[in-house]
Structures are given as structure tokens and as C-alpha cells.
């Protein structure tokens, strides 16, 4: 048995699996959290139906950065170890497309069942204690949070990232106590975020949703209505429901591509965004669909255009593509006053939609913290290769991934692992041969 002791820093979703694994391996363990609520991201997510993994995890639902060392860690803790550890302490789950979400369908759920467990297992919880230094003391760590010195054979940082700084006081802070230690730390940027945009033409403060393939190009040639994509230079493609208001892009899409784009753009590269409206529609089938269209213009040329494009979009969206088109009104414009290149420009733009992208929210709306610690700094069991005993988990690292539930499911793997090996220093239930 363990008489090892454990600090876990941060209680958040990586933090309260990682103080509950190392409990598990009877290790006295302390977990200090920050603010004065525990779990506060966690009970927010999903949109507080706690999303907390996804079916189909793979290496490449995660950053390329963490693809290759993410296969190993998937090996080393399967997704039915993660599942059976919420089952143990009363936590049931469901899957509901390709999401996995608990019975309840409360994200308040999840932190209740962990909170609930590391007190039965003899985690002793601190709030209000802010982290504010980490030393090697010897044959341990020695850290001061919250006024007091604290010493432990092991210590776990798993206090998140720069996301949510209003809702969840995330300030990432430990990136600085991990640099002043010699860690490497990956700039920061955020992820899972919506897109800022050069001001689309639209009259609703709201905008329009609207089902479509967004692809991403960088150092691409400023967007203009008709231009063709430089498929080149293709930096990221997603689909589905994307919203488009007067100043930006989001929906499930847009965030699942914005790690990439933030990357481009911190590089210095212009990016641009050309829409799909139409994207079940081969080329092929979207012709006739154009001639069977302008039949109808030519039975009926008086009748306005933007009622003729009612059974392809919506009046907003419609109203919006008349207006790049350069129709002085928008509508009264009928398809026969249109000039020859207007009429070609038109169908063009269905199939892509040009979008200038001019920057990223901020850590604000972000959902995830992209760099961080790098991964090069630490071992398989997530010990820091340069201070023995310091372990790491969570969004603190260099992993960032899809959204549908791959971060917090990491957040999770990552707490099993590091509370694991900090208690015990042994291999992993379920270690890769």
C-alpha cells in the first residue's frame, strides 16, 4: 500500500479524476483549487449537459502535435477504463449520437459523483488557495498556495488553461511556475472559438444558420463574390450547421476548425473562407438545378429574384448574396436584368461563398487553450522529465481537440494517468505491450 503523498493543483475535470486515482492507490492526497467552487468549467459544459467523451476516439481528433503520443496514452488507458471509473462511483452514461453524456444529463452530475468520491476515498479539498510557487525540496516538492507551505512526494498541476477567464477565473497561471522550473511551454492561443469577419452584408444582428462545407485557405488572394478557392493552399474543411452574423463565423464547424485557422493567423497568414450552401448537391445535379431555375425566370421575368432563390436558402441569406452581387436593389432585382457575368457570379456564389477572416475571439468565448506545456516535457506516465515527482494533466499540455467531448474525455484520461503513477509510480492498469 501507498503512504506516498499527492497535492493535486486545480480541481477541474483532470484534477478531480487525478486526486481520486491517486486516493484509489491510497495516497493522502490534497486537492487545492483556486477559486471557491469546484468543477466550475466542468458544470458548464456541453451546454451543462456534460458531454464528457465521444465514440469514436482516435489520434486524429486530437492536435497533430499530441497524434502521435495520444495513440500510446489511448493504449495505456482505454476509453472503457475511463467509463468504468464513472461507473464505480454511481456516474451512468449514455451515448446520444456521436456523443457520450451521463444518464442525468447534467454536467452538474459528473462534478457531484467526483467531488462525492474523493471525499469517501479521503481527499482533503482546499478552495481559495491560489498556486503560487512549485520547488524540488529534497526527495519532494514544497509549494506556498493559499498562504501555506505545502510539501509532497508527488505534486499534479492540473489547473487548465487561459479559456474562460470570466466564467471560470482561468488566468494559466501554472504555464509561468512551469517555465520558471525549465519547462517548455508552445505559445497559447485560443481554440474552439468563433471567427471574427470582414463585415458581411447582413440585416439581422443575429445572422443566418445554414447548413454547409466551410473550407479554410491561408495566404489566400483576398475573397472576392465569384472567385474560385485556391485549393493549394487548403489549410482545414468542415461541415455542417454554420452560423454567419455581420462580424463573424461560428457554429459546430467553424469551431472545430479554428485551432488550425488561429494557427495560421498567428504565423501571420491571411486566411480566407469560401461556403458551400449546397454541399449535398454533386456539380452535376446543381446544373440542372440552375437551368430548371432560370425556366422560371424566363416564364415569369418579372418576377423579383430574391423570391426565385426562397426554395434554395433563406430571404436573409438570399438578400445578402444579391447584395455582394453588386444589385443596386436587392429587392426589386429581377433574373433578367442581371448582366451576363452577374447571372454567372450568382450560381457561383452558392458553391463558394467567399468570407474574409480578419481575426479570432478571444480567450472570452474560447472553449480550450491550444499549446501549453509541451509534450516533449514529459514521459508516458506524464512526470516532467526535468523536476522528479511534478506530473501534469489536462488542458495545461500541449493537446487540444475536436469539440463533442475528445477534451474533456483528455482531461479525464490524463487525470487516471498522472494520479496513477503519482500515487504509486507503477505501470498503468492496461499498459501497451
Known amino acids: 500500500m501507498s503512504e506516498r503523498s499527492v497535492l493535486v493543483f486545480g480541481a477541474g475535470p483532470a484534477g478531480l479524476v487525478a486526486a481520486l486515482s491517486a486516493a484509489t492507490q491510497h495516497a493522502r492526497v490534497t486537492l487545492v483549487e483556486k477559486t471557491g467552487m469546484i468543477g466550475r468549467k466542468l458544470s458548464l459544459t456541453g451546454n451543462g449537459r456534460g458531454n464528457l467523451s465521444a465514440v469514436y476516439?482516435?489520434?486524429?481528433?486530437?492536435?497533430?502535435?499530441?497524434?502521435?503520443?495520444m495513440e500510446r496514452w489511448l493504449r495505456i488507458c482505454p476509453q472503457t477504463e475511463v467509463i468504468r471509473l464513472f461507473e464505480r462511483i454511481g456516474l451512468y452514461i449514455r451515448t446520444e449520437g456521436a456523443g457520450i453524456y451521463p444518464v442525468s444529463g447534467q454536467a452538474s452530475s459528473i462534478v457531484t459523483a467526483l467531488h462525492d468520491a474523493c471525499l469517501k476515498q479521503g481527499v482533503t479539498i482546499l478552495t481559495g488557495a491560489q498556486l503560487k510557487s512549485v520547488e524540488q525540496d529534497g526527495n519532494g516538492l514544497c509549494c506556498v498556495a493559499g498562504g501555506q507551505t505545502m510539501r509532497a512526494d508527488a505534486v499534479i498541476l492540473s489547473t487548465g488553461g487561459l479559456a474562460g477567464p470570466k466564467t471560470c477565473q482561468a488566468s494559466g497561471d501554472a504555464y509561468y511556475l512551469c517555465e520558471r522550473l525549465g519547462i517548455a511551454c508552445v505559445p497559447r492561443r485560443p481554440a474552439l472559438v468563433p471567427l471574427h469577419t470582414k463585415g458581411l452584408p447582413l440585416r439581422t444582428g443575429t445572422g443566418v444558420r445554414v447548413r454547409a462545407a466551410v473550407s479554410f485557405y491561408a495566404s489566400a488572394p483576398t475573397a472576392e463574390p465569384g472567385t474560385e478557392p485556391p485549393e493549394d493552399r487548403l489549410i482545414v474543411s468542415e461541415f455542417g450547421e454554420v452560423q454567419l452574423t455581420p462580424q463573424g463565423l461560428s457554429g459546430i464547424p467553424v469551431l472545430q476548425a479554428s485551432g488550425k485557422v488561429t494557427e495560421?493567423?498567428?504565423?501571420?497568414?491571411?486566411?480566407?473562407?469560401?461556403?458551400?450552401?449546397?454541399?449535398?448537391?454533386?456539380?452535376?445535379?446543381?446544373?440542372e438545378r440552375v437551368r430548371h431555375l432560370e425556366e422560371i425566370a424566363e416564364e415569369a421575368p418579372e418576377r423579383p429574384l430574391l423570391s426565385l432563390l426562397t426554395g434554395i436558402t433563406s430571404q436573409e441569406l438570399g438578400r445578402c448574396i444579391l447584395t455582394l452581387l453588386a444589385c443596386h436593389d436587392a429587392e426589386q432585382a429581377c433574373f433578367q436584368t442581371l448582366s451576363a457575368q452577374q447571372k454567372i457570379t450568382l450560381w457561383r456564389l452558392f458553391r463558394?461563398?467567399?468570407?474574409?477572416?480578419?481575426?479570432?475571439?478571444?480567450?472570452?468565448?474560447?472553449q480550450v487553450t491550444a499549446g501549453g506545456v509541451s509534450l516533449n516535457e514529459v514521459d508516458d506516465d506524464l512526470q516532467s522529465i526535468r523536476v522528479p515527482g511534478l506530473y501534469l494533466a489536462g488542458e495545461l499540455l500541449d493537446v487540444d481537440g475536436r469539440c463533442g467531448g475528445y477534451n474533456l474525455h483528455w482531461a479525464f484520461m490524463s487525470g487516471m494517468i498522472a494520479g496513477t503513477h503519482a500515487a504509486s509510480g507503477t505501470s498503468f492498469i492496461g499498459e501497451a505491450v
Not at 273 to 283: G, I, K, M, T, V
Open 352 to 366: 463558394a461563398f467567399p468570407v474574409e477572416i480578419t481575426g479570432a475571439s478571444d480567450y472570452t468565448h474560447a
Open 57 to 69: 476516439l482516435t489520434k486524429d481528433c486530437y492536435n497533430e502535435e499530441a497524434g502521435a503520443r
Open 264 to 287: 495560421a493567423l498567428a504565423a501571420g497568414k491571411e486566411v480566407n473562407a469560401w461556403l458551400d450552401l449546397l454541399p449535398e448537391l454533386s456539380p452535376r445535379e446543381w446544373e
